[in-house]
């Protein structure tokens, strides 16, 4: 009876850990609280994330006053110049690089806004995680120096709350639900 015990107990942390293995689509809004944030945000921002076990992934930003929204993938240190972030004074070095898609959803409107004259947008996120804040911090390409990003913005948010999701499924990322009152479409 003792040998089997070991399978047994093996066999249920295995099951305990795959059931939340899974990722979770999330939805938390942050009122702005620092001057970048209520400038560029106004409202401030909703983000659309997976929580997995360990982290969470964004994967869109949305303005929560206005229907503009930002598609976000995973963002390369290499590609901030040489050093990433950690060669950058005033940035948050174990913070979590996604880089806006500028061709999908409002990606050039956020690049425009956040950091004028770039043509590429990379946002860090502290961490998400429930009832925290949030701080992102932009980075844009640098005009003046090939090669070599800048920062534009160090926008810090207040928890404010999160939104429940329809139960049918999670949402499309890259469905534009934004300017339906009625949801999606």
């Not at 994330?49 to 303005?63: C, D, H, S, T, W």
Request: charged letters at 25%.
């Amino acid at each position: 009876m003792r040998a089997g015990l070991p399978v047994l107990l093996v066999a249920a942390l295995l099951s305990a850990v795959a059931g939340p293995a899974a990722a979770e689509r999330r939805m938390f809004s942050y009122d702005p609280i620092s001057p970048d944030a209520k400038r560029l945000t106004g409202a401030g921002v909703t983000v659309l994330f997976e929580q997995g076990l360990l982290n969470a992934r964004p994967i869109k930003v949305l303005a929560t006053g206005v229907p503009a929204q930002a598609l976000l993938r995973k963002g390369s240190q290499k590609d901030l110049g040489k050093g990433g972030l950690a060669s950058m004074a005033g940035v948050d070095v174990d913070a979590a690089l996604y880089e806006v898609d500028g061709a999908a959803e409002q990606g050039k409107v956020y690049v425009r806004a956040f950091c004028s004259g770039s043509k590429r947008l990379w946002l860090s996120f502290s961490r998400i995680a429930l009832r925290h804040d949030l701080r992102i911090q932009a980075f844009g390409d640098d005009p003046k120096a090939a090669g070599q990003a800048r920062l534009c913005g160090t926008l810090d948010f207040s928890y404010r709350g999160e939104w429940r999701l329809p139960t049918g499924g999670p949402p499309d990322p890259n469905e534009d639900w934004t300017d339906s009152l009625n949801g999606p479409r």
